[in-house]
């Protein structure tokens, strides 16, 4: 099934302190992921819907 987006995962990487982005093409993956990474107390994760960008064809 081809969509016309992908899912950004947002989150604080708490083993080392730094804001980190992974690209899903599944929603449920996506939450999953998201899921693992606020399970430490400090943890904190955003999940952003991406559209695809359409090229054009040249006339």
């Known amino acids: 099934m081809e969509t016309n987006q992908y899912f950004e995962v947002t989150y604080l990487d708490t083993d080392c302190g730094r804001i980190r982005t992974e690209a899903f093409d599944d929603a449920a993956d ?30």
Do not use: C, M, N, Y
């Open 30 to 59: 996506a939450e999953r992921f998201a899921s693992r990474r606020v399970a430490d107390e400090d943890g904190w994760a955003i999940i952003d819907t991406v559209p695809l960008l359409q090229h054009k064809k040249a006339a």
